[in-house]
């Protein structure tokens, strides 16, 4: 049995000085990995780093914040040009849903780094958008495994993956969300108003789920988490305090109670139908939609629904990608 030898991550895991949120130099990092960690490995050890955090180059304690111990194995997997990352939780892998709201989701056997980010980035408790980024880069798979269940084989994040029966690859939702709406009431170019607010949402790491625009209108609409909204009012106020004095714009509205349903795939791009079996999905449960958006890589379909008929609408559109089709398939297996 290989003896397993402590290291800790100051050691080897170099960050910038953002306290709390740091970031890795990655060539300092992959060197101090391949003088520290490499020869553990070629004696036939197995080195254990502690998680989540490092120091900077001058050595001052530094944390990669949330998500920070999955990304520091992604760090240090790029960092020594591993085969393969894995990741062990407490899953079975990537689901097509959350199985608490929809029994019948199932483990997903291959996701691509780009799905992986897009679930993280609405709400699954996959891997964090920041964890997959390093191992991304260098086309290095990841796989998602529980520690409970270890003799499954869980889901392969990786540059390319293998295409399902259907084109959507999963569902998930970000139930806790809101609508704000601004529009310009007099003949200017609202282009650069927004522009100026987007800038300052951005400058402010402000997450937006999905925007709307309507050119007739002059208006936007900004579908936002929930604890993000007086935030982003606050911005709205003092941004544009004299354009909403002279009545440039009219006074943002907000509509709350709303949940932000997101339907992904790389298979979508190019497929005809899709949106209209989600719609029509949505429609037979005699939901109204309150705004849609689909990305311009058709990666992803995100549209919102009142707050309160999300988890119908999740079994809805699960039913009609994954379940119906399934069930299709085991009924022409038997009849063959």
Known sequence: MARAEFIDSARVLVTDEKFGNASPDMTATRQHSHEILLPLVTQGSVPVVTGYSGAS????????????????????????????????????????????????????????????????????????????????????PVWIKNSFRPELPGTKIASHAVSNSSPVKAI????????????????VHFAEIFGRLFLRLGHDHTDVLFSTQSSSENSLGLVLRDSDTEHVMQIIQHLFR?????????????????????????????????????????????VSVIAVAQGATELNICFAVPSARADEVLRAVHGEFFEHQHQESIEAAVTA
């Open 57 to 140: 180059k001058t050595g001052l304690p530094t944390t990669l914040g949330r998500g920070g111990s999955d990304y520091s194995a992604t760090i240090l997997g790029a960092a020594l040009g591993s085969d393969e990352v894995w990741i062990w939780t407490d899953v079975d892998g990537v689901l097509t849903a959350d199985p608490r709201i929809c029994p019948k989701a199932r483990t997903l056997a291959e996701i691509t780094f780009a799905e992986a980010i897009e679930l993280a980035y609405y709400g699954a408790k996959v891997i964090h958008p920041k964890a997959v980024r390093p191992t991304m880069e260098l086309g290095i």
């Open 172 to 187: 998930t939702a970000v139930k806790q969300a809101c609508l704000v709406a601004l529009t310009t009431q007099r003949d």
């Open 242 to 286: 004299t354009e909403l004095k002279h009545h440039v714009l009219a006074p943002p509205s907000v509509q709350r109670d709303i949940a932000a349903i997101v339907v992904l795939g790389e298979s979508m791009r190019g497929q005809w139908g899709v949106l209209a079996r989600l719609f029509s999905a949505v429609a037979r449960l005699n």
